[in-house]
């Protein structure tokens, strides 16, 4: 009974190192980084303000994922990483739904209200982060932080993501499902359709992911971190074939 007891404490705790392994953040990263540059490159060629911004998003949510690797690489946070990480966490959904909001939303100020919301609610969390003592038995390796090195869920500053990332979830998440709605009946838009199926996938990984976190369930936060961006790339890889497919379906 003892020797079972045993091997069942081994084979959670074995579970646990796997998924809180540095290669999956790492891997998030490196999608982080491609899709980065991607934008980066549809911003120079189309000078769309959501390119813009998305292109931010995910340069942010690629440095957050290589901090999550390099912590779980070397066995433990340091305060001023995990500060500048859990800012940096906290932040990036709600960048990628400002690139929603420029894209869906007909006239421009209401993208520029949403982003002066977005920095000023950044700006409270950042002085919050930077100036509130921290509870360093929490900072361990491990996928055990999330937000719980700044305290218990719903106390100052932790509970101010909730107005980075539900805004965030809303907009981007929103801005999928209009799309798949309003293209879905196109033919020659049905590559636009599947991609932002995709996209809405992705952002419902990342946004239940980062609500477990919140809440200090943190089991399963880095692999969901690496499908959610995948399923982006993948959705923003598709929508890229978009005026092949349309002049494909115009020709037939």
Excluded at 112 to 122: D, Q
Excluded at 197 to 226: C, F, K, N
Excluded at 235 to 240: C, H, I, T, V
Aim: charged share 10%; hydrophobic share 55%.
């Amino acid at each position: 009974m003892q020797r079972s007891n045993h091997s069942l404490q081994l084979a959670a705790m074995t579970a646990t190192q796997f998924w809180s392994h540095w290669s999956w953040p790492l891997a998030t990263g490196v999608i982080g980084t491609v899709f980065t540059v991607l934008l980066i490159r549809q911003y120079l060629a189309r000078r769309g303000p959501h390119q813009l911004v998305w292109a931010i998003g995910f340069f942010i949510y690629a440095a957050a994922a290589f901090m999550e690797a390099y912590s779980e690489y070397i066995g433990g946070w340091g305060q001023t990483l995990y500060r500048i990480y859990i800012v940096m966490a906290a932040s990036l959904v709600g960048f990628l739904g400002l690139g929603a909001a420029y894209l869906i939303l007909r006239r421009a100020i209401w993208g520029r209200i949403f982003l002066i919301y977005l920095l000023a609610a950044t700006a409270v969390f950042l002085v919050g982060t930077f100036t509130h003592p921290l509870v360093e038995g929490n900072l361990a390796a491990g996928i055990t932080v999330g937000g719980k090195g700044l305290g218990a869920s719903g106390t100052f500053p932790r509970f101010m993501s909730m107005f980075l990332n539900i805004p965030g979830t809303i907009f981007l998440l929103g801005g999928a499902v209009y799309s798949i709605v309003r293209f879905a009946a196109k033919k020659e838009y049905r590559y636009r359709v599947w991609a932002n199926v995709l996209i809405a996938a992705g952002t419902v990984v990342i946004a239940a992911a980062g609500s477990r976190a919140r809440m200090g369930q943190t089991a399963g936060l880095y692999p969901a971190e690496m499908i959610g961006a995948a399923l982006l790339l993948w959705g923003f890889l598709k929508a890229s074939t978009l005026d092949k497919g349309a002049r494909a379906a115009s020709a037939s």
